[in-house]
């Protein structure tokens, strides 16, 4: 029986190649769209998990009160992984280590800039990378010593065996390697190519000796013995620095490590989601354009009615009972949707390198996973069952005997549900399109806002090797500036458009003692102001001409409203335990978050050397190529070991809209393939309404219609459907995309442009796609629809 219906299938596929093309090409499309898409969400859900004891691993979090607002994050003191050790019950292991930095490693001729982490033994114990070479017990604990990740051992010594091999770190200190691991995971928060002991660290860095409570300067990573012990760990953290410190506020927690990527978004020190609700969101795009896909497969099924009529009348009356014709029809919809997934991998096969170049990340198909084929054949029965459920249900349920008689099926039950999957298929279309248009509206209105300094034509270089020395980068600024490639230089301790340092440690009078503040604190050096294009609201900025500047500060807008200090200039500041003058008040400006108010910050003269960058303001009357060039050939003249590593500060800015940018393109690409797939519905209902009203139109062509009024009466019918779908999408998309907006400080309006937009594109869609059809309808002679009568 099996076979027969399979041949029946097939004649009926080749028979009617028109729908089984339009059929064929929306469910791989559709498939396809769901596959990416489900892809990209098992790659993001997969974030830390691949370690073996990742489940009961976490990340220390702090938070802090200030001005009525907790901030949380995860940068914890150089002293919590000890503290945390030794007094938290359940601790198996505790770990502190840097955030990965970029740092030199030179073997002979080659010198390559790597992500360095320096951490402890315990990193290795918690995080179990798996090791090549090497003695996982007994690495970390030597300070010249060094592990590489396989990747990074094939760059510096090729094929040859790495083991007791030597490389120098910033061309100082000698270290040894002593364990080769595999590739920190692609889907890991920690991405790395070296990593280095703790005590290395201590050594090149003094001020890391210092056992301050209030300088949040690394990460904390703890593994608990069970997850039992987790209540019990997690509330004892929670006083863990008012114990260390007795002013200090801040209260900490431990966040699981498979939540660290996902739900990274706290609110009043609780986290309240992340990244996650972008996965829910590109999960449910997913979900509904294969449902869109199953829809149109229904109504041009189903717009073939009058044809399958007597192939079923006859059926039955030889007789083939319901339950064979349902398992006809069904087996026609499961071999329409395998040949649909062999299309389908074709076209992911060719779209994923465009995905990935557009992601920065390597979505690849997993063959050998056998999960990824139980996957995949769950996908395809569940779309060939749910595609082909309604034709075979409603093509079975034809009586034979009114059928073979000639007698026209009545539509107006088909036609109604078939107008509800349009209307169904055109609400989402419609809400993709307002949500599309608001992420578009806001990615531009936060890029284009005012960011209190001028980006144009600012250029970062790193600080390394000799440029580490102030008399070094005095000699460039002196030699950048005499060259006319720039026209202003300065210094800045961490990257200009990224977090990092920030303390609780500040005190000043009038201060609440029982609130806590932190600020960010950045190291400048002179003429800062004015490279990078900012403004001072009040007093002065650091000038060589006051000897005295080592004991002031400075404070932005944000700290002075924190503070509420109402004469800012004069106002002593106690910084970590020195007191400090603030002589000038300098514009807010954006350093971290684009999206999110400007924190209080602090800059104090960099005298310690702890500038990581030197920005350069190039001059606007020179061309831009041969300053670059200038640039690289003056870095290079002072420190020769280096790659000169530089880059335009708006290039760095652009990063933070990483996420927008991927929900809008994506929205936007896979938006469009559910509108395409739509309109294959649509196509097909229009098909059905011109079979079944043809002699109704001849008719009116007899009588003197036009074609234009034939068009007309066609299209009038299916702008209906559209106009419904759409006052059933607007509120939906406005929920939505009022909730997505919420979780900014900075957001645009919503306006009534998103909403007239989807309204033009869903019109025009549908008048287009109906007018293919309605024209052959409305231009065919009325003589071959009328002649049988």
Known sequence: ???????????????????????????????????????????????????????????????????????????????????????????????????????????????????????????????????????????????????????????????????????????????????????????????????????????????????????????????????????????????????????????????????????????????????????KIFLLLAFCILLIACVNFMNLSTARSDGRAKEVGVRKAIGSSRKSLISQFLLESVLLTFISTALAFILVEVSLPYFNNLLSIK?????????????????????????????????????????????????????????????????????????????????????????????????????????????????????????????????????????????????????????????????????????????????????????????NVMLNEAAVKMMGLKKPLGAVITFWGTKLTNIGVVKDFVVENAYQKVAPMIFYLDTDNNATVILARLNPNQNISSSLEKIDELVKEIESNYPVNRKFVNESFEVKFQDEKLLGTLSNWFGGFAIFISCLGLLGLALFMAEQRKKEISIRKVLGASTGNILTLLNKDFIKLVAIANVIAFPLAYVVINKWLSTFDYRVSISFLPFALAIVISVLIAVLTVSIQSIKVAKANPIDALKYE
């Open 1 to 279: 029986m099996f076979k027969l219906n399979l041949k029946i299938a097939l004649r009926n596929l080749w028979k009617n190649k028109g729908f089984s093309l339009i059929n064929i090409g929306g469910l791989a499309i559709g498939l396809a769209s769901c596959m990416v898409l489900l892809i990209y969400v098992a790659y993001e859900w997969g974030y830390d998990k691949q370690f073996a004891n990742s489940d009961k691993t976490y990340v220390v979090y702090q938070n802090v009160v200030a001005n009525g607002k907790t901030f949380s994050w995860a940068w914890t003191p150089n002293v919590m992984a000890a503290e945390v050790q030794e007094k938290i019950p359940g601790v198996k292991y505790a770990s502190h280590s840097t955030y990965p930095r970029p740092n030199l490693i030179t073997v002979g001729d080659k010198r390559i800039s790597s992500k360095v982490v320096f951490t402890d033994p315990n990193f290795l114990k918690i995080l179990d990378y798996k090791f090549i070479k090497g003695n996982p017990a007994q690495v970390l604990k030597d300070v010249n010593t060094i592990i590489l990740t396989k990747s990074f051992a094939q760059k510096l010594f090729g094929n040859e065996d790495p083991i007791n091999k030597t490389v120098k770190l910033e061309n100082q200190d000698v270290l040894k390697v002593e364990a080769v691991i595999e590739d920190a995971p692609a889907n890991s928060s920690i991405n790395f190519e070296c990593i280095m002991p703790w005590a290395l660290f201590v050594k090149r860095e003094y001020w890391v000796k210092e056992s301050n409570w209030g300088n949040n300067m690394c990460l904390t990573l703890v593994q608990l013995k069970d997850n039992k012990f987790f209540e019990a760990a997690n509330s004892s953290m929670n006083g863990i620095y008012k114990r260390n410190q007795k002013d200090n506020l801040a209260v900490a927690l431990l966040h699981p490590l498979t939540k660290w990527h996902l739900y990274a978004d706290f609110e009043n020190g609780k986290s309240i989601g992340g990244k996650i609700d972008q996965l």
């Open 363 to 551: 979505l690849i198909i997993d063959y050998k996973n056998i999960g990824f084929w139980v996957a995949l054949l769950s996908l395809m029965t569940f779309t060939g069952f749910i595609a082909g459920s309604y034709p075979a249900l409603y093509l079975s349920s034809f009586e034979p005997i009114k059928v073979l008689k000639g007698f026209k099926i009545k539509t107006d039950s088909s036609v109604s549900v078939r107008k509800v999957l349009v209307v169904g298929q055109f609400v989402f279309a419609a809400c993709l399109i307002v949500c599309t248009a608001v992420i578009y509206q806001q990615l531009n209105y936060v890029k284009n806002k005012p960011i209190g300094y001028d980006q144009s034509n600012l250029v970062q270089i790193s600080v390394e090797g000799k440029l580490h020395e102030g008399s070094k980068r005095d000699l460039l600024k002196e030699q950048l500036l005499k060259s006319g490639a720039v026209t202003n230089v300065s210094s800045f301790s961490s990257d200009v458009t990224e977090g990092g340092n920030n303390t609780t440690n500040i005190e000043w009078e009038g201060k609440n003692p029982n609130e806590v503040i932190s600020f960010n604190h950045r190291a400048i050096n002179y003429d800062f102001i004015e490279t990078i294009g900012t403004k001072l609201i009040s007093g002065r900025e650091f000038s060589p001409k006051f000897k005295n500047d080592t004991n």
